[in-house]
């Protein structure tokens, strides 16, 4: 990946090689800490954050999961600090900008489980991501489904992006790219289609709009909740429900959202061709929609928005 200026770091913008941590960091061995993916879009307003403060919200509420006070170097931080302390960010690193990483973890060095009273740190990231499945993967996205399971609500928590949950999800992706695929969907533990390594999925069969919902041991994803909206808004039938891999295959279409791969059509589960194998009418009128919401121009969803200067 392409390096960027400054990373923030406990209050302060670094340069990129001095925003390190310690190889004994809690974080670095049990996988303690929560992180955000947001995008940033070019509008005719300069920068714009898409749904910044429902990332915030999000990252705040897997610190609270997780016992993670948001003191950094001995200053709190809430709400309107952590959005200030982004926005700084995307600033400081120019005009490529399109996507930041948020990141809150227990930076003491520790050998041992407990996490009681481990310092924590919090670093962005603000980078160049461009198109996160591939260039080619606009056309039609190939997916697998793994033989690895969503982690469940017993298993810890599934509607929290915690770091160490995560592990899930390379295994899956390193199964879909060793058998060249674009990305895995993962089944929950009872079976039913849960979603995919870094994105939520939605099945458009039999005229209506199908997506797991949220206690399928999903995440909720903000692009899901943005899509599930503009859908409606669009005219459409969304039903958050459970969705079986019967559905999944026998669908007209199939698409996959998140902040990295915004909207993502597949063409393909596990070697079988979705619908006629091409880009369905359905996600291409959503992703319009959505292109021109992210990019300023659709009035009816500014506060979507969150402007950088
Ligand atoms: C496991 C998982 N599911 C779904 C998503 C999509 O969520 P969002 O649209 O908020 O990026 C992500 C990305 O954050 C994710 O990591």
Redesign the pocket.
């Known amino acids: 990946m392409e390096k960027t200026e400054k990373i923030w770091l406990n209050g302060k913008l670094v340069d990129w090689k001095d925003a390190q941590v310690h190889v004994l960091s809690h974080a670095l061995n049990y996988g303690t800490g929560v992180f955000e ?1 947001i995008r940033v879009y070019h509008t005719p307003k300069g920068p714009a954050v898409f749904r910044l403060k429902d990332h915030v919200q999000r990252l705040m509420d897997g610190c609270k999961v997780m016992g993670i006070d948001l003191e950094f170097n001995g200053k709190k931080y809430g709400k309107q600090e952590l959005i200030d302390a982004i926005k700084d960010t995307v600033r400081a690193n120019g005009d490529k900008v399109d996507y930041v990483k948020p990141c809150i973890f227990l930076s003491g060095e520790e050998v041992g489980l407990n996490p009681v009273g481990v310092p924590a740190s919090m670093a962005i990231t603000a980078i160049h991501m461009g198109a996160y499945l591939g260039p080619g993967s606009s056309a039609g996205a190939k997916l697998i489904t793994s033989s690895w399971h969503r982690p469940d609500n017993l298993c810890g928590p599934a509607g929290a ?1 915690v770091n160490g949950s995560y592990v899930t ?1 390379t295994l899956a992706k390193r199964e879909a790219v060793r058998q060249g695929a674009n990305e895995a969907v993962m089944l929950n533990s009872v079976g039913h289609i849960a ?1 995919c ?4 999925i939605f099945v458009y069969r039999h005229g209506r709009i199908l997506t797991p919902q949220s206690a399928e041991c ?2 909720e ?4 909740d943005s899509i599930i909206t503009v859908a409606r808004d669009l005219g459409y039938a969304v039903d958050e429900t459970q969705v079986t891999r019967t559905q999944l295959v026998s669908a007209d279409e199939v698409w996959m ?3 990295a791969a915004e909207i993502a059509p597949v063409t393909m589960v596990d070697g079988r061709v979705i619908g006629n194998g091409e880009v369905g009418k359905v996600a291409t009128q959503i992703h319009a929609k959505f292109s021109e919401i992210v990019t300023g121009k659709d009035p009816k969803y500014e506060s979507w928005l969150d402007y950088v200067n």
Request: hydrophobic content about 20%; glycine content about 24%.
């Open positions: 993916g992006k999800s979603e390594t870094g994105e939520n999903i995440l994803g903000i692009t899901r959202t998140g902040t």
